[in-house]
T-cell receptor
């Protein structure tokens, strides 16, 4: 157990729908990162939050949004889902200066049908 | 040009072989260099990290960084079937977009009996 908790583990939904993925960071970590992993694209950085504030954005679609709450858990919202959004979504957390890497959760596997 | 380039493999070796995994990067602002291991359908886990040119050993694993040529390597000695996984290099640094951990696409390794 890495200490980063992601729910749900699996999600199957239809095109056009909206889903919410949840992440609880490792105790003491203030930063949360969301990554998307698909077979052909590898791990793609989506967005980072630090202590409730957005810090960096990567290749995140406008249909996707995220937030980090006062208790530091984070949610990634995916809307108007398309078949191509099917992927593994990982959350990672780190202390303020992550010079020794991030700790990843076990991911949410999203399947859009 | 991608910021981090990694040969995706797959790489298949016999048990006991020495494995060499490599990445190149383009941005000299990168400061910390990491290797993650990812088993199928699991989250990436940090194997090793280093911040200076040279070698760092941890058991059967050696990470090597050459900042002058922007080249990083991971060597696995006496490889075991349990080493079969995808290995991702990851590089962290302060860039114009804030602190950022950028991953290679991963090399799939299979160690056969």
């Amino acid at each position: 157990d890495s200490g980063v908790t992601q729910t749900p583990k699996h999600l199957i939904t239809a095109t056009g729908q909206r889903v919410t993925l949840r992440c609880s960071p490792r105790s003491g970590d203030l930063s949360v990162y969301w990554y998307q992993q698909s077979l052909d694209q590898g791990l793609q950085f989506l967005i980072q939050y630090y202590n409730g504030e957005e810090r960096a954005k990567g290749n995140i679609l406008e249909r996707f949004s995220a937030q980090q709450f006062p208790d530091l858990h984070s949610e990634l919202n995916l809307s108007s889902l398309e078949l191509g959004d099917s992927a593994l979504y990982f959350c990672a957390s780190s202390p303020l200066v992550p010079n020794y890497g991030y700790t990843f959760g076990s991911g949410t596997r999203l399947t859009v049908v | 040009q991608k910021e981090v380039e990694q040969d995706p493999g797959p790489l298949s070796v016999p048990e006991g072989a020495i494995v060499s995994l490599n990445c190149t990067y383009s941005n000299s602002a990168f400061q910390y260099f990491m290797w993650y291991r990812q088993y199928s359908r699991k989250g990436p886990e940090l194997l090793m990290y280093t911040y200076s040119s040279g070698n760092k050993e941890d058991g059967r694993f050696t990470a090597q960084v050459d900042k002058s040529s922007k080249y990083i390597s991971l060597f696995i000695r006496d490889s075991q079937p349990s080493d079969s996984a995808t290995y991702l290099c990851a590089i962290w640094g302060l860039t114009g977009g804030g602190n950022k951990l950028t991953f290679g696409t991963g090399t799939q390794l299979k160690v056969e009996l």
